[in-house]
T-cell receptor, first 112, second 114 residues
């Protein structure tokens, strides 16, 4: 049973701070890692994905992957109240099948 | 481009009934994936269609079936509805798997089973 674990939160940060969202996964065969943002009552929207160990930056967002520790994180710099949402981590296996496993998400609250 | 569209938006059914949900992918996308998202949970992968065939399937019973049409649109059918089938059903379209940065979810269909 593949597992993707996220702290459900809520994680509360002040406006302008760095929000750090974490995700661990159980399957060492996992190859692709995706972060989504989901506003309440809406569908998920892709923020970014990462395949290789290290950091990947896109605007205010940085994804960090450590396959040895089976750990992926998302940093949001200069957090804004509009970033308040649930952040979902998804892990795709690449051995023989491409089936994604999602975590249950972390609720982020950015307060002014 | 309308993006990914789903219909209906909301649906109320009773136990034992059957339901069909529909999805039209974003223009240029040939792969459709379906997910079930219960309240407070992450999406769970149901299955994925490419070239009118079911390519991958998650851990869902045979009551869940689907179809993809030549224009890449897709249907999700659920038979013998159970109370536990109440959830938000999401369709996602992409061009290829894994989806890369071209992956978009539709607005979802909220199914309530009474």
């Amino acid at each position: 049973q593949k597992e993707v674990e996220q702290n459900s939160g809520p994680l509360s940060v002040p406006e302008g701070a760095i929000a750090s969202l974490n995700c661990t996964y159980s399957d060492r065969g996992s190859q692709s890692f995706f972060w989504y943002r989901q506003y309440s009552g809406k569908s998920p929207e892709l923020i970014m994905f990462i395949y290789s160990n290290g950091d990947k930056e896109d605007g205010r967002f940085t994804a960090q992957l450590n396959k040895a520790s089976q750990y992926v994180s998302l940093l949001i710099r200069d957090s804004q109240p509009s970033d308040s949402a649930t952040y979902l981590c998804a892990v795709w296996e690449a051995r023989g099948s491409y089936i994604p496993t999602f975590g249950r998400g972390t609720s982020l609250i950015v307060h002014p | 481009d309308a993006g990914v569209t789903q219909s209906p938006t909301h649906l109320i059914k009773t136990r034992g009934q059957q339901v069909t949900l529909r999805c039209s992918p974003k223009s240029g996308h040939d792969t459709v994936s379906w997910y079930q998202q219960a309240l407070g949970q992450g999406p769970q992968f149901i299955f994925q269609y490419y070239e009118e065939e079911e390519r991958q399937r998650g851990n869902f019973p045979d009551r869940f079936s689907g179809h993809q049409f030549p224009n890449y649109s897709s249907e999700l059918n659920v038979n013998a509805l159970l109370l536990g089938d109440s959830a938000l059903y999401l369709c996602a379209s992409s061009s290829g798997i894994p989806p890369g940065d071209e992956q978009f979810f539709g607005p979802g269909t909220r199914l309530t089973v009474l």
